[in-house]
């Protein structure tokens, strides 16, 4: 039983970030295999992007270190469906490194902020640029796609309110070196819903497709699904989520989860739109990750459901 909201998409797509976003912040190791898990269990709930890992340098994200070998497994499992699974590349070496795998879907990641630029990259928001360029010519004339997020969207911790037409300018920037798709991202999660429809609006009037855009949401202020409904509003119909609400920037001070798939997917249901996704069998997996974490999963709904 739904009751939809008119003017609403019918449907989205949910660009699933557990496996990268969701546990490049856990401290204790987790072994491959489990990693491998958490990817094929999400692709058999229905989840039409899994974003699987980071070919970022092993040294700032150790928990990631095992790139290349979780690609290896999934290929096990997958065959050369593990080749459509995305993957994160800062870099020409985290481009290698992703092409060996044969990887046909990378995504570069760049800051709205000269702090976290730095801070996250080691690189200023200027030289961001000249470090993704090649990268994004290079992926695409090896027949990769590519897509770009931009963080720091609606406020940086150390910088705190950001300028709207700065985060466009960046977008745009990276849009201008053949990225298919932005994802705006909310990296500590206080973004409110009026800034939403702001800055999809200014996209919008600089020139951006509405269906280039994708939302990145993390819950930290618990804004997250108010800020998918301004986002719907506004006509954006993809979102960035992880599965039990994992997640959290190792270099972004006091960035938390990630809006949680469960919490959209109980969303959605409710408003009829379309996810093509079973619940039950997400709040599942979530269930047994948590159980490799050692730790009850943050996401309400998944709560809400435990029997
Ligand atoms: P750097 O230290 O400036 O790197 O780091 P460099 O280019 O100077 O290279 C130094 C050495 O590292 C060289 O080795 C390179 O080969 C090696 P040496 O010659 O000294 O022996 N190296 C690499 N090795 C393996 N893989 C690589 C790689 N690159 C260089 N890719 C760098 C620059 C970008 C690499 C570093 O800052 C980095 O890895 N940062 C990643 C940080 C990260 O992953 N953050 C989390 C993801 S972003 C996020 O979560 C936000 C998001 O969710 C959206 C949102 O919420 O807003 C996407
Ligand atoms: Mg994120």
Redesign the pocket.
Known sequence: MSTPIAGLPERITIYE?GPR?GL?NESAPIPTEVKAGLVTRLLDAGLPVVEAT?????R??PQ?ADAGELLDALTAHLGDAARDLPV????E??LD?ALERGCRHV?V?GSATQTFAQR????SWDSQFA?FAPVVERALAAGADVRA?????FGDPWEGAVDPDRVVETGQRLLAMGATQL?L???IGVGTAGQVGDLVGRFVAAGTPLEALAL?F?DTYGQALANVLAGLHAGVTTYDASAGGLGG????RS?TGNLATEDLLWFCRGLGIETGVDLDAVVATSRWVAGHLGRPSPSAVVRALAD
């Open positions: 970030v976003d490049q980071s070919f970022v340098h092993p700032w994200v990631l994160l590349v800062p870099n070496r985290g490194r995504a990641f996250n990259l080691n690189r470090m997020y931009v963080s720091m969207c994802s991202g909310d990296t990145h993390h920037c190792p270099y972004a960035a």
